[in-house]
Antibody
Framework: EVQLVESGGGLVQPGGSLRLSCAVSGFTFSNYWMTWVRQAPGKGLEWVANIKEDGSEKYYVDSVKGRFTISRDNAKNSLYLQMNSLRAEDTAVYYC?????????WGQGTLVTVSS | DVVMTQSPLSLPVTLGQPASISCRSSQSLVYSDGDTYLNWFQQRPGQSPRRLIYKVSNRDSGVPDRFSGSGSGTDFTLKISRVEAEDVGVYYCMQGTHWPRTFGQGTKVEIK
C-alpha cells in the first residue's frame, strides 16, 4: 500500500524557518518525481515545488523561490521542504504527493502556521 | 504561467442528476510527447485531494464510472452522469504540462 506521511508542521514566527518531511512507503521512491502542494485555510490548491527522481532537477512556484528548498534522500525514502524567511501568506496545509504530471497519491498534510 | 479557469465555481445539483465542470487553460496543454497532462481532482470536506482523471480522460482505478473527462488543447470538461451524496466536495483541474504546474480555482459541488 502506498503511503505518504508528512511531518514537521507547526507554529512559527514571521521570518522563521521550518523543515517539513514526508516519509513514503509502498513504492520505489527513487523511481518517482515528488511534489509539494499547499492549501491556505479555506482556499484552493497551490503547487509549490517538484523534484526529479535523482534530485537533479527542481522547480518552484515564483512566490517561494529563494526561500524554500525541496530535497530528497532516496536511501531514507524521504522528501523534504526547507522553508526559510516564512511569511504570513505561507500559512497552509502542506501536502506531499507522488508524481509530477498529475500526482496520484497524496499524504494527509501538515499544517504550517506563520504568526507572531 | 498557465492560468486554469474553472466554471462554474459553485454547482448545486439534485441527487441523480448530471453535473458538468469546465476547465480552460491559457495555453495548449499538449506536451512535446503528444500527451495532454490535464488532471481532475476531488477534495471531499476534511480530506486530502484524490485524483479522479489523468491525461484528460483516463479514470483512476477505484473511481466510479459515472465520472468522465473529455476535451483537448485548452478546453476540458469533467462530467458526473448521476450525482450521488458522496460526490459533494471541491473539484480541481490541474495541468502537468508546463512549469509551474497550476490548478484551477476549484468548483464546489453541493446537493440542492
Amino acid at each position: 500500500e502506498v503511503q505518504l506521511v508528512e511531518s514537521g508542521g507547526g507554529l512559527v514566527q514571521p521570518g522563521g524557518s521550518l523543515r517539513l518531511s514526508c516519509a513514503v512507503s509502498g513504492f520505489t521512491f527513487s523511481n518517482y518525481w515528488m511534489t509539494w502542494v499547499r492549501q491556505a485555510p479555506g482556499k484552493g490548491l497551490e503547487w509549490v515545488a517538484n523534484i526529479k527522481e535523482d534530485g537533479s532537477e527542481k522547480y518552484y512556484v515564483d512566490s517561494v523561490k529563494g526561500r524554500f528548498t525541496i530535497s530528497r534522500d532516496n536511501a531514507k525514502n524521504s522528501l523534504y521542504l526547507q522553508m526559510n524567511s516564512l511569511r504570513a501568506e505561507d500559512t497552509a496545509v502542506y501536502y506531499c504527493a507522488r508524481g509530477t504530471w498529475g500526482p496520484r497519491y497524496w499524504g494527509q498534510g501538515t499544517l504550517v502556521t506563520v504568526s507572531s | 504561467d498557465v492560468v486554469m479557469t474553472q466554471s462554474p465555481l459553485s454547482l448545486p445539483v439534485t441527487l441523480g442528476q448530471p453535473a458538468s465542470i469546465s476547465c480552460r487553460s491559457s495555453q495548449s496543454l499538449v506536451y512535446s510527447d503528444g500527451d495532454t497532462y490535464l488532471n481532475w481532482f476531488q477534495q471531499r470536506p476534511g480530506q486530502s485531494p484524490r485524483r479522479l482523471i489523468y491525461k484528460v480522460s483516463n479514470r483512476d482505478s477505484g473511481v466510479p464510472d459515472r465520472f468522465s473527462g473529455s476535451g483537448s488543447g485548452t478546453d476540458f470538461t469533467l462530467k458526473i452522469s448521476r450525482v450521488e451524496a458522496e460526490d459533494v466536495g471541491v473539484y480541481y483541474c490541474m495541468q502537468g504540462t508546463h512549469w509551474p504546474r497550476t490548478f484551477g480555482q476549484g468548483t464546489k459541488v453541493e446537493i440542492k
